[in-house]
């Protein structure tokens, strides 16, 4: 075990391997009957950054957390510049409902950082909204946009508050923006390079002051971050520039990518044009692989890699790892869609859509009665018999956390009909509690964490169950074993940094 801070109150760290949970401990049973978004694995937000003179930026905010609602749908944010003031407008819920018309109208300014939020360090409420303001002596207001999770976040949060800070939200974000707003400097560029090193963790962040526009990137890179362009690529000055957490935020107010925020980076964007420069130590890159497997979108490019191609990668892959008998392979949409497809090209089993998913349920209806609960799996995903019936069916999806969503598919495909149920998973087991922005702090909320792949699909009820590889996994994302590039922790609980050393960090542990 390795201490690594002195303070009173702050957490061990070690390195490295997880500990075993409890072996055989069966899953509560609010936990396996959940809706289909708690059987997810969820990720922390989304940020868009705009520097556009003469653009009206936050419309193209609005467009571009739009376009990342599937980060976080908790609540959305935009603030803008316009060379003397801030202003901001945060507020619970999702991007169409926070801002209207009107809204927008008043934000108005030359530059502008926007957020999209799913709560992983402090609770569901508007003062943990993003972006989040704070004042810095030399540089006056700075907003910041936060993608990822520090973990040590209650050591650094323990030394501010011995200081003197007074807290008023319960979210890391405050953290990291209470260390810059003490940290000197007469640019933003030098108070981070003085800042970061001291911050451990997954983070991706968005900063505004008033005439810049400034990204960062963790030096393991774990968190996804690009650079966008206004206008033609080979044009002096062009129209601006955009930072986006995917580039599909980029293609929908028509910019062109350019290139992605390399870990350890600082980029200023101003009216003298791009500027970069480090911070840090050059370490091993370590990017989320569920990056590629779930979290991003499909039409999305990550690392100079189209993530639909991947994902029909891993399902090619799984087909000839898995394969099985079936009259028809089906995804659990959307997010097994492209697997499914692979898997259906690579064992010539015919592809269809064999359950109809839809998009007026989100996260909001769920309920506490385990009725209600059930209820909303069947409103969510809609069987359809004369697809399935008498058919031996193979259900493609990207992974399984819970269970929960899985077992009562699986009953909804029988009762529509289909003679078997063969699932098969577009990635490995995740058996690994998480501490770098997703929402999975305990290994007994992981239906695979203490079983093995039979165990867990007599659980969910179906005639087979089996998982890609993380061999596979890695042929799909072209990564050599032993090579750095990407973090498969919650696969196979090797860390790439230091993590609590109780291994069950609670998401509200800075409430109070």
């Given at each position: 075990m390795k201490r690594t801070h002195d303070q009173p109150g702050a957490p061990d760290l070690v390195m490295l391997r997880a500990v075993s949970g409890n072996p055989g401990h069966p899953l509560p049973s609010e936990t396996l009957g959940s809706l289909e978004e708690s059987d997810k694995l969820h990720e922390a937000c989304g940020v868009f950054g705009v520097f556009a003179p003469g653009e009206?930026?936050?419309?193209?905010?609005?467009?571009?957390?739009?376009?990342?609602?599937?980060?976080?749908?908790?609540?959305?944010?935009?603030?803008?510049?316009?060379?003397?003031?801030?202003?901001?407008?945060?507020?619970?819920?999702?991007?169409?409902?926070?801002?209207?018309?009107?809204?927008?109208?008043?934000?108005?300014?030359?530059?502008?950082?926007?957020?999209t939020r799913y709560s992983t360090t402090g609770s569901s409420q508007v003062t943990n909204a993003q972006p989040f303001l704070f004042e810095h002596g030399q540089l006056g207001p700075v907003a910041i946009s936060h993608n990822g999770n520090l973990t040590n976040a209650q050591a650094l949060r323990?030394?501010?508050?011995?200081?003197?800070?007074?807290?008023?939200?319960?979210?890391?974000?405050e953290v990291l923006a209470g260390l810059l707003s003490r940290t000197p400097g007469d640019n933003l560029e030098l108070v981070l390079q003085r800042c970061l090193p001291r911050v451990l963790g997954a983070y991706s962040l968005g900063f505004l002051t008033r005439d810049s526009l400034v990204a960062a990137r963790d030096e393991l890179g774990l968190r996804p971050l690009c650079i966008g362009r206004l206008g033609e690529l080979?044009?002096?000055?062009?129209?601006?520039?955009?930072?986006?957490?995917?580039?599909?935020?980029?293609?929908?107010?028509?910019?062109?990518?350019?290139?992605?925020?390399?870990?350890?980076?600082?980029?200023?964007?101003?009216?003298?044009?791009l500027h970069s420069a480090r911070f840090g130590e050059t370490r091993d890159p370590a990017m989320c692989s569920f990056e590629f497997i779930y979290f991003s979108r499909p039409d999305s490019v990550i690392q100079n890699r189209s993530l639909y191609e991947v994902r029909l990668a891993m399902g090619r892959r799984l087909a000839e790892?898995?394969?099985?008998?079936?009259?028809?392979?089906?995804?659990?949409?959307?997010?097994?869609?492209?697997?499914?497809?692979?898997?259906?090209?690579?064992?010539?089993?015919?592809?269809?859509?064999?359950?109809?998913?839809?998009?007026?349920?989100?996260?909001?209806?769920?309920?506490?009665?385990?009725?209600?609960?059930?209820?909303?799996?069947?409103?969510?995903?809609?069987?359809?018999?004369?697809?399935?019936?008498?058919k031996r069916v193979v259900l493609v999806d990207d992974s399984i956390v819970r269970g929960?969503?899985?077992?009562?598919?699986?009953?909804?495909?029988?009762?529509?009909?289909?003679?078997?149920?063969?699932?098969?998973?577009?990635?490995?087991?995740?058996?690994?509690?998480?501490?770098?922005?997703?929402?999975?702090?305990?290994?007994?909320?992981?239906?695979?964490?203490?079983?093995?792949?039979?165990?867990?699909?007599?659980?969910?009820?179906?005639?087979?169950?089996?998982?890609?590889?993380?061999?596979?996994?890695?042929?799909?994302?072209?990564?050599?074993?032993?090579?750095?590039?990407?973090?498969?922790?919650?696969?196979?609980?090797?860390?790439?940094?230091?993590?609590?050393?109780?291994?069950?960090?609670?998401?509200?542990?800075?409430?109070?």
């Open positions: 009206k930026v936050a419309n193209l905010c609005y467009l571009g957390i739009y376009a990342l609602q599937h980060r976080g749908q908790e609540s959305a944010g935009i603030c803008v510049s316009d060379g003397e003031q801030l202003r901001l407008q945060r507020e619970m819920g999702l991007v169409a409902q926070v801002f209207s018309e009107e809204s927008l109208a008043k934000l108005t300014g030359n530059l502008g950082l926007a957020h323990h030394s501010l508050f011995e200081e003197g800070y007074s807290f008023t939200t319960s979210s890391d974000t080979d044009a002096p000055g062009g129209d601006g520039y955009i930072i986006a957490s995917e580039s599909c935020a980029l293609d929908v107010i028509g910019a062109q990518l350019v290139r992605e925020v390399l870990p350890g980076e600082i980029v200023t964007i101003d009216s003298a044009g790892e898995s394969p099985v008998a079936g009259d028809v392979v089906i995804p659990l949409p959307d997010s097994g869609t492209p697997a499914a497809i692979g898997y259906a090209q690579a064992s010539g089993i015919p592809f269809a859509e064999g359950m109809i998913k839809s998009r007026y349920i989100n996260r909001t209806f769920i309920q506490p009665q385990q009725g209600m609960r059930d209820a909303g799996v069947r409103l969510k995903f809609n069987p359809m018999p004369h697809v399935l019936a008498g929960s969503t899985s077992r009562q598919i699986v009953e909804a495909l029988r009762r529509a009909g289909a003679a078997e149920v063969h699932m098969r998973v577009a990635s490995p087991p995740i058996r690994f509690p998480c501490f770098m922005g997703i929402d999975i702090a305990s290994r007994s909320e992981l239906i695979a964490a203490e079983r093995s792949a039979e165990e867990v699909g007599r659980i969910i009820g179906a005639d087979s169950l089996e998982y890609l590889s993380l061999d596979g996994l890695r042929w799909a994302l072209d990564s050599a074993p032993g090579q750095p590039g990407f973090c498969f922790a919650c696969l196979d609980g090797i860390y790439p940094l230091q993590v609590p050393q109780q291994l069950e960090m609670d998401k509200l542990a800075l409430e109070g």
